[in-house]
């Protein structure tokens, strides 16, 4: 182990309705890297992103043996221990869905939300922090006259950067991107990219893409996900 | 043969439209025409003074003031009733509960839409009859019993508005809160129930329009033609259905009848004011929950 580890899996396997999606996997990544995660359509992608926060847990019927140790600033804590408080560790592992998802309601209130739900009073510095992510997202120009508009009527790389802002906003330690460029076109991918390496010095990165090209631009460590297995492809 | 489908579909469509929206225009052109000659003044308060009635100050007792106010009232206390019991139910079936808790529920919720209103009714009566033994000369057919009946009837509407309400969420968006940190209850009611707030208000509004025409249920539970406005929830009460009814059944002359087509003109602006109220309080909590 070592200081600057952020990551550590350990003989990780994960069934979901009974069905192996994961066998026996052990790795071991650093702080402030881009590991992506690429592989044909089924094999799991997804899933393998979604035991990092945990959320496979809210569809239910999975089940996982090993265990997944992340540094979320107070030294590695193993994250399927039960004294683990769920939010907690949602709001350090941030998440972006492969679709864009604003909640339906104002862009501010999608920024502010999850501190919202974190507790923190609407005031004045929550909306210098709603500017600032904004303007980390290269949105605030797009956005600073509209801020109390519909998120829902914002275009679909705008939509995405806003989902990236709104999962930025609780300056998470480690952030999952589940294919986040699928659904926009050419310009809204390559701003998205430019903001995916930005924000490497910020967390780690854990992207799962099936984009080659991309990956090739983004990552800094690469792994195929076939037959169950992670394989190191570059 | 496919083209001739194609375009037979749409036309049988327009042709299901017209045929509905005709016969809906004739019910109430019909109800109008007949009930045009008592829309006044008189037709609500009598020979009362608009602003004494209103006020309690006069009672009314040859207009149907009394109707209309207890007609809202049981509506009211109906709906207030069900809507938490209603909400709270269906979030239980679509968010918390295993597969055969829901079979076992939903089939339960769907028997109970199925039962006629004067079964609900009867059992209204029943426990009138019961609460009448219990506590003897205190509590009889009244205001409240009626209610209680009419929340039975309508809440398998709303309960099935809710769970399918919550159900049809697409993943994307259930997992949006919970990945950035909310508890279950906190995606329940943050970020569930105000996007589908227009479908919740849709069973609302279905049920407001159930509670106020039913007449089987309130015969006999607690209506009945001469009762004044109730002072409180343990009076018996006049409502505008049961006054249709009663008035289509004894009537002696036309001048009788075409007051009862007034009160059914009565009941349908009645029906129209409560639907604006609940289509205004969607507006407004959407507008809140968007902001």
Known sequence: MNRQDKIIIDKLSFRYRNRPILEDISLCWREKQIIAVTGPSGTGKS????????????????????????????GLVDIYQRQMPLATLRRSVGMVFQAPNPLPMSIYKNITFPLMLAGRKNGEEMTELVERVLTQVHLFAEVKDRLKSDARNLSGGQQQRLCLARALVLEPKILL???PTSSLDQEACRKLEELIVELKDQCTILLVSHYQDQVQRTADLVYELADKRLRRVG | MRTLLEKSVPLLAWAGFTVLAGALAAILGYIVMRSWAVLHLSLLFGDVAPIDAIFLRHPVFDGLFPAVAGTFLLVLIAVL??????????????????????????LLFDILAGLPSVVVGLAGFSLTILLHKVFPGKIGPCLLLSALALCFLI??????????ALESVPLSLRQTAPALGATKLQNICKVLLPSKLTDILGGIILAVGRAAEDTAVIML?????????PRSLFEQFEALPFYIYYISSQYTNAEELQTGFGAAMLLLVLCGILFLLAFFTQQTLSRHFRR
């Open chain 1, 47 to 74: 899933t393998f992103l979604s035991l990092f926060n945990r959320l496979w847990e809210e569809t239910g019927d999975g089940r996982l043996t090993g265990s997944i140790q992340l540094n979320l600033g107070g």
């Open chain 2, 155 to 164: 809440l398998p509407y709303l309960i099935r508005t809710t769970q399918t």
């Open chain 1, 177 to 179: 991107l589940d294919e």
């Open chain 2, 81 to 106: 009733l069900a809507v938490p019991v209603g909400m709270a139910a269906g979030i239980y079936l679509a968010e918390y509960a295993g597969y055969r808790m829901k079979s076992c529920l939903s």
């Open chain 2, 221 to 229: 539970t607690g209506v009945v033609a001469s009762a004044g406005i």
